[in-house]
């Protein structure tokens, strides 16, 4: 059959990969981080209160207040190429795609502020990929992370008349291949100290004690993961929760009253990594290695070390591609 001359044209059918992670404000000033935290801070999954009690609070209170503190922390971990969680995405994006080559376009998105995943789910599509693998950068499942992720893309899916088919990929806490890969990068961290730890601490971050009474999995999904890499390095291993925010009970042991608790019992030499960041960002280049190292070493610690994220180190990546292709398959 021949086609219309004025038929519109049609790309190829191609598969997609949409790498998603939290989100970071657009520079580390007090307006951008005001619109990031807007965003992110109305969101119902994160915040559970009900919005005729907590928009007064957001908008009256911690939007004219906590922007200011948050852009200085920014700013202390800003760089030239900009946010460390988006050019660590970015940089993962890039590397699977090279992995990848002709098989899928890969591509990465922020659950809030730039990229969207609304602009990349229709650039993709608009670009032919009819089939895409949508992969959020979570090892643990929440639906302040995991959850928020798939709602924006079914919001983004439900404007469209020619939806492309949507897999997700699934919280990957206890995989072997994700528990192989934080051994691999521990052990090789661990090697380069100049000082033997009394103590390895896993932080992973906190979540109101409520979400885990709801039935969110998070809280579980944490402690499997640390057991598993402590069972697989051999060595024993501390956990806590961090970035506690507001008045709620959150997850225990929290990781500043855990830093200086270890510090004091006599436990001076520590080692810290944060096994649910899939990049390294605010929460650990900041509230970790800078504010984690001053509160531990004031409570009496001599030797302290905060080990990177698996970013987009070949173990990270190997890890990222190994699931990717496994939940492309039939597709690829």
Known sequence: MQIPSDHPPIKSPKTGVLLVNLGT???????????YLKQFLSDRRVVEIPPLVWQPILRGIILNTRPKKS???YAKVWTDKGSPLAWHTAAQAEALAARMGDAADVRYAMRYGQPSIEQQLRA????????ILLAPLYPQYSGATTAT?????????????????????????DDPVYIGALKTTLEAQLAGLDFTPDVVLASFHGMPERTLELGDPYHCHCRKTARLLSEAMGIPMEVS????????????????????????????KLA???????????????ELAMEGKHQFEEAGGTHFAYLPCLNSGEPGMDMIEHLVRRELSGWL
């Open 25 to 35: 404000p657009d520079a580390p000033t007090p307006s951008a981080v005001k619109r």
């Open 71 to 73: 852009a200085a922390a």
């Open 124 to 131: 993709m599509k608009d670009d032919g990929c009819e089939r």
């Open 149 to 173: 992720v798939m709602d924006e893309a079914y919001r983004t899916l439900a404007g469209m008349r020619w939806q492309m088919a949507l897999r997700s990929l699934p919280p990957y806490y």
């Open 241 to 268: 929760f961090q970035s506690r925010f507001g008045r709620a009970k959150w997850l225990d042991p929290a990781t500043d009253v855990t830093l200086e608790r270890l510090a004091q019992e006599g436990q001076k």
């Open 272 to 286: 810290i990594f944060a096994p649910g960041f899939s990049s390294d960002c605010l929460e650990t280049l900041e």
